[in-house]
C-alpha cells in the first residue's frame, strides 16, 4: 500500500504543479506558451488585390472548392501545397488574377476555420484540466483521511488509491497533448502565409 500512496503523491505533485495555464490575464484559459493571437488578419499575410468583391464567391467553384481542401489540409506537405498552387495558376490562362483571388480567399477562410477550432479547444481542455487538478487535489486529502483513520479499509483505501492514480495519469497525457496542439496554431499561420506568397508570386 505504501507503494501506491507515494505513486499517487509523485503523480499528483508533478502534474498538478505543471504549468499547463494561462500567464496572460487576459486569456485565462490559454494553455500555450505562445501568445494568443485571437485572429489573423488578412494584411498579415496577404499583400495582394483586394478581395472584396470574391468573398465567398470560391464556395461556387468546384474545382478551387475541392483545391482548397486539399492545400487547406495538414496531411498535405507544404511543399506538394506550393506546387499545386503554381500548377492550378498557370492553367489558369487570362483568369489567373481572378483564380488567385478565389484560391487564397478560400484559403484565408477555410485556414481561419481551423485556426479557431484548435484555439478554441485548447481552451475547452484546459478548462478540463483546472476542473481536474481540483478533483485530484480533493481526492488527495480524501485519501489522507481514509488512511489516517482509526479503522481504514484496506480495500477501500487501495480502489481509491488506483483510481487517483489512474486521473493524475490522464491529467498527465493531456498536459502533453495540450503542449503538442499548441503548435498547431503556429503551423497554420505559416501555412497561409507561405501559400499566400506563391499565389501573389504566381499572380504577378
Known amino acids: 500500500m505504501k507503494w501506491l500512496m507515494t505513486l499517487a503523491a509523485s503523480l499528483v505533485v508533478a502534474a498538478v504543479s505543471a504549468p499547463c495555464f494561462a ?8 494553455p500555450c506558451v505562445q501568445a494568443k493571437v485571437p485572429e489573423v488578419s488578412l494584411a498579415a499575410v496577404w499583400a495582394g488585390p483586394d478581395l472584396d468583391d470574391v468573398a465567398g464567391k ?7 472548392s475541392a483545391l482548397v481542401s486539399r492545400l487547406a489540409a495538414r496531411r498535405t506537405p507544404l511543399e506538394e501545397a506550393e506546387k499545386a498552387v503554381t500548377a492550378f495558376l ?7 488574377t481572378e483564380a488567385g483571388k478565389l484560391l487564397f480567399s478560400g484559403l484565408f477562410e477555410t485556414l481561419n476555420a481551423q485556426r479557431a477550432s484548435v484555439m478554441n479547444g485548447l481552451e475547452r481542455i484546459t478548462r478540463k484540466q483546472r476542473a481536474a487538478a ?10 489522507q ?6 479503522t ?6 487501495e480502489e481509491f488509491g488506483n483510481q487517483l492514480v489512474w486521473a493524475t495519469r490522464i491529467f498527465d497525457d493531456r498536459r502533453r497533448v495540450i503542449t503538442f496542439v499548441c503548435e498547431v496554431p503556429v503551423a497554420i499561420d505559416q501555412r497561409l502565409f507561405a501559400l499566400g506568397r506563391v ?3 504566381e499572380m504577378e
Open 152 to 157: 481504514p479499509d484496506p480495500a477501500n483505501v
Open 134 to 143: 481540483d478533483k485530484i487535489r480533493a481526492d488527495t486529502l480524501a485519501l
Open 58 to 64: 470560391w464556395k461556387d467553384d468546384a474545382k478551387i
Open 145 to 150: 483521511a481514509q488512511q489516517g483513520a482509526a
Open 90 to 96: 498557370s492553367e489558369a490562362g487570362a483568369g489567373k
Open 199 to 201: 499565389i501573389q508570386q
Open 23 to 30: 500567464a496572460d490575464p487576459r486569456y485565462p484559459d490559454w
